[in-house]
């Protein structure tokens, strides 16, 4: 530590005469031991320094008066300079390559193939292109096949299960022909509880309400089968299924009715309430909307009310399947006058309806 104040005393004093002096011979010295210290940087650093434009145009302009001895030590050479023209001859001149190949499906084509795929679990990459085809779309076969082996979709055969159709497609495609019955119990006031039989036309959302006990038994189920057979007349010719769960109240005899009008009968899987989602829709709507907001007396009341509320769904209630229609209503439908609407009470103020005053 003595020695090196001193030394650092007399760096300053020999760059101070230096730079007072201005001499060639301590021009020289500096240049000299700044070219000492670039050669000792070059040595350490094992990668080509990166420098920025501004930095390449100054040692560029600075080494036009160097002697050409030195230009060849600098880091911006002659040929580094004729690099950079060429640079600028090929950014001139520079085009986008030709486009080779077939044009790229757009996302709406590619959106619409799987759409197709998911909707139709049984066409295969023909029948898909020539869906497209016929809707002005111009798509190979191979690339649907691509696009969906891209999206995890195998071939038509592997798209569905076991081949056949989705339950929902079923019963989608067999409402017309489709009834569904099921129970439904509703609590009296003296904590009775009372089974309910419910069945639906799901083609037009039709409700049956046949009958409410608090013994329910296959003898008293299978005649209220019966009773709907007579009802509907004419009109069960049109229906080829029969949809239930696996309710022991449900016997043989129950069955042999609806099998003698050719009527197929289908059992849900147990515990399986989105099989019969039809009638177990209505069963919350019926809840909802009557016997959770009133008290039910004996068999009697929640007979009326029930029969009631099930006329009401029938005739004045808008469903989202019938386009916010009721299942009675003529889809051909007046507009009334605004002054001319008047409401009509059901289940005693319970639930309103609104209706032509003429």
Known sequence: MALRMPYLIFIRLLGLILLFSRADRARDVELFAL?????VLRRQLRVRPRLTWPERSVLAALAR?????????????????????RRL????????PARTGRPPISEQVTALILRLARKNPTWGSTRIQGELRRLGHRVGASTIRRILRSAGRGPAP??????GPTWREFLRTQASGLLAADFFHVDTAALTRLYAFAVMEVGTRTVHILGAT?????AWTTQ???????????????????LRDRDSRYAQAFDAVFTSENIQILKSA???????????????????????RMVIYNEQH????????????????????LHLRAPADDPDITPFPAQHIQRHDVLDGLIHEYRNAA
């Open 35 to 39: 070219r000492h210290e670039n050669a």
């Open 65 to 85: 008066h160097l002697p050409g001895r030195l230009r060849r030590n600098r880091l911006v050479t002659p040929a580094t300079l004729l690099s950079w023209h």
């Open 224 to 242: 209220l089968s019966r009773n709907l057979l007579a009802d509907l007349g004419e009109r069960t010719s049109g229906f080829r299924y029969l």
């Open 158 to 163: 592997r798209r569905g299960r076991n081949g």
């Open 270 to 292: 147990p515990q399986a309430s989105k099989m019969n989602a039809h009638v177990e829709r209505f069963i919350r709507s019926v809840r909802a909307e009557c016997t959770d």
């Open 89 to 96: 001859i090929r950014w001139k001149w520079r085009q986008k």
């Open 214 to 218: 608090a013994h329910p038994t296959t």
């Open 302 to 321: 929640a007979r009326r009310v029930l029969v009631e509320y099930a006329e009401h769904y029938n005739t004045g209630r808008p469903h989202r399947a």
